[in-house]
């Protein structure tokens, strides 16, 4: 906004709030002078007054893009670091297991939940690829790195479960001989309902005990 800009709207903001110069200037606690040199263009005005004056009629502030949509300011609940305070705005923030610049086997403090790319050169190269996001990422249950590293053990474990699974239904594993052998007859198949340890019949030469 100019200060031609600015003028014209602390003057739309008036006739619609029905407030003169001077009442203007009471509800925002400055002076009349302050106001008349902001609609004349001589000067500025705080944004925070701008803004209290445009709540008086009932508006309020926005940014708009180049085709005229709404920016919304960033979100106050986007990650933080350890100090509980916020990321510099115009950097990416990211976990600090993918690829920390400040790794145990350097630093003695404990590992940040949260962190960012200082090198321009990479934050470029992976704007480039991802893109830029609109915001900071915001918190998730199970961020902390103790609970992203369980996580990725179990992920491990169940891919390694399914791998065998689909080996097994694909017939991959049957020519390996575990040295088991079953010579139950068809009467024990009979005889066991599988509701406990197996059941043999009486002449079954096997006898074995899958339990």
Do not use: N
């Amino acid at each position: 906004m100019t200060d031609s800009d600015l003028g014209g709207v602390l003057r739309r903001i008036r006739r619609i709030a029905d407030l003169s110069q001077r009442e203007l200037a009471g509800h925002l606690g400055i002076s009349k002078s302050a106001v008349a040199a902001a609609e004349s263009g001589r000067s500025g005005l705080d944004a925070r007054a701008v803004a209290r004056a445009a709540e008086l009629a009932g508006l309020r502030l926005t940014l708009v893009d180049g085709t005229g949509a709404e920016v919304p300011a960033m979100d106050p609940d986007a990650v933080r670091d350890m100090g509980d305070r916020r990321f510099p705005a115009h950097l990416d923030t990211r976990y600090s297991d993918e690829g920390w610049w400040h790794d145990e086997h350097r630093y003695s403090r404990d590992r940040v939940w949260y962190t960012f790319d200082r090198d321009r050169r990479r934050r470029d190269a992976t704007c480039r690829v991802r893109g830029t996001p609109a915001d900071h990422q915001l918190p998730q249950p199970g961020d902390a790195p103790e609970q992203r590293a369980e996580a990725r053990r179990l992920e491990q474990w169940r891919a390694r479960t399914a791998e065998r699974q689909r080996r097994f239904l694909a017939g991959e594993l049957s020519s390996i001989d575990d040295g088991f052998r079953c010579d139950c007859p068809p009467r024990c198949d009979e005889l066991d309902d599988g509701s406990g340890r197996p059941v043999h019949a009486p002449d079954c030469p096997c006898g074995c005990d899958l339990g």
